[in-house]
């Protein structure tokens, strides 16, 4: 099935740290993906990872996989007003159709 | 390198009329993508176009609705006969077709409101 899902809403106080949450339906999946969207804008690809990595970190950014779960977390540290956005997981099948979760808004408050 | 463009950034028309978009990919990018994302989801996908051959398309893409990429490089969306429910943000994407990690990066949209 093509159904991934995510939490709707994070609301985090500016410094600290945001962690989206994700689950994938198809463990064949080769990549994950973490896109962001910000309001009346396309898509910008923030980080992706290979399906037999646990993490990978890049920056402020942190990609958790936990393949037999089929989790897949974004945590951001030290999240600024800049971040507040909508945060898409995806799924790759057929190696090029992305399957992406219904979003998860963050919003930084002050 | 100057990214996936979308032409126009937004369409309003009325039930009915045909409306045509068009997509610039990033050069050199040989798979190009099309998706369709309503308010409150994520993008879903309609079509995908190896150079210039369509290789899938959506169930959600129906007859009214065709893609085209004649030379391999930019491509096309029509949609006739507008109708309410294909209001939405039609998003392209593009990548370039290497065998491992084929990344697509996705154009600023164009949004639709048919009237």
């Known amino acids: 099935g093509e159904d991934v899902e995510q939490s709707l809403f994070l609301s985090v106080r500016e410094g600290d740290s945001s962690v989206i949450n994700c689950t994938y339906t198809d463990s064949s999946s080769t990549y994950l993906y973490w896109y962001k969207q910000e309001p009346g804008a396309g898509l910008q690809l923030l980080t992706y990872?290979?399906?037999?990595?646990d993490m990978k970190q890049d920056q402020r950014l942190t990609v958790l996989l936990n393949k037999k779960d089929k989790h897949l977390s974004l945590r951001i540290a030290d999240t600024q007003t800049g971040d507040s956005a909508i945060y898409f997981c995806?799924?790759?099948?057929?190696?090029?159709?992305?399957?992406f979760g219904a979003g998860t808004t963050v919003t930084v408050r002050a | 390198d100057t990214g996936v463009s979308q032409d126009p950034r937004h369409k309003i028309t009325k039930r009915g009329q045909n409306v045509t978009f068009r997509c610039d990919p990033i050069?050199?990018?040989?798979?190009l993508y099309w998706y369709r994302q309503t308010l409150g989801q994520g993008p879903e996908f309609l079509t995908y176009f190896q150079n210039e051959a369509q290789l899938e398309k959506s169930r959600l893409l129906s007859d009214r609705f065709s893609a085209e990429r004649p030379k391999g490089s930019f491509s096309t969306l029509e949609i006739q006969r507008t109708e309410q429910g294909d209001s939405a943000m039609y998003l392209c994407?593009?990548?370039?077709?290497?065998?491992?990690?084929?990344?697509?990066?996705f154009g600023p949209g164009t949004r639709l409101t048919v009237l």
């Open positions: 994407a593009s990548s370039s077709g290497q065998v491992t990690t084929d990344t697509q990066y």
């Open positions: 050069s050199e990018h040989n798979r």
């Open positions: 995806a799924e790759i099948y057929n190696d090029y159709k992305l399957s």
């Open positions: 990872i290979f399906s037999n990595m």
